[in-house]
């Protein structure tokens, strides 16, 4: 079982704030991922990192941006949020030998009034 | 464009009995499947996968058939238990990242 953690669980926050999402995981995993999902849809991959200074946008547009300063650290940045931002967010990490397997995080559910 | 589709968004079995989920997908690049599961304000929680090499990979109550030529493939639970209930997520595997279907919703009543 993976440990990845994810924080805050439930965010509420008003238009025009600035917010980051914490995604941490202690198993060493080179890569790490962000999807976003929105009920009964699909996940949608908006950023990816290979590892250390790597990151790449996903499938799915987004505002928001991403840093890999430290393996086990995948924070995601909204500069300034929008009711249009209001979604899932779960972050995922897999191991560089087993790449195809993702572990994900509880998630984020983020509400911006 | 979606690649992977789960073409019912919801089943309902009884507590014992078998339930089979299907997937279909695109992609004949996609090399790898997994089936994840999910519950309300979690996250998935990865149950079992299965490489193109082969066509079934069975743990536990979980088994996964896949059918290459038809892009198919299908999770089957047996027995099926109160439990089981959650959305169940197909994926497959595009070299840098999963495509996911929209999920079936699962209901397993006693």
């Known amino acids: 079982e993976a440990d990845i953690y994810q924080t805050p669980r439930y965010l509420v926050i008003g238009t025009g704030k600035k917010i980051t999402l914490e995604c941490s995981q202690t198993m060493g995993h080179d890569k790490m991922y962000w999807y976003q999902q929105d009920p009964g849809m699909e996940l949608h991959l908006i950023h990816y990192?290979?590892?250390?200074?790597?990151?790449e946008k996903g499938d799915l547009s987004s505002e928001s941006t991403v840093s890999r300063i430290r393996t086990e650290h995948f924070p995601l940045t909204l500069e300034s949020a929008r009711p249009s931002h209001t979604s899932q967010y779960l972050c995922?990490?897999?191991?560089?030998?087993?790449?195809?397997?993702?572990?994900f995080g509880p998630g984020t559910r983020l509400l911006v009034l | 464009d979606q690649q992977v589709k789960q073409n019912s968004p919801s089943l309902s079995v009884q507590e014992g009995r078998i339930s089979i989920l299907n997937c279909d997908y695109t992609?004949?690049?996609?090399?790898?499947f997994l089936w994840y599961k999910k519950y309300p304000a979690e996250g998935p929680t990865f149950l079992i996968s299965i490489s193109s090499i082969k066509d079934k990979n069975e743990d536990g109550r979980f088994t996964v058939f896949l059918n290459k030529s038809a892009k198919h493939l299908s999770l089957h639970i047996v027995p099926s238990q109160p439990g089981d209930s959650a959305v169940y997520f197909c994926a497959a595997n595009s070299g840098y990242a999963l495509n996911f279907g929209k999920g079936t919703s699962l209901l397993v009543t006693p």
């Open positions: 992609n004949s690049m996609f090399d790898y």
């Open positions: 990192s290979y590892g250390v200074n790597s990151t």
């Open positions: 995922a990490s897999s191991d560089r030998d087993r790449q195809e397997t993702q572990y």
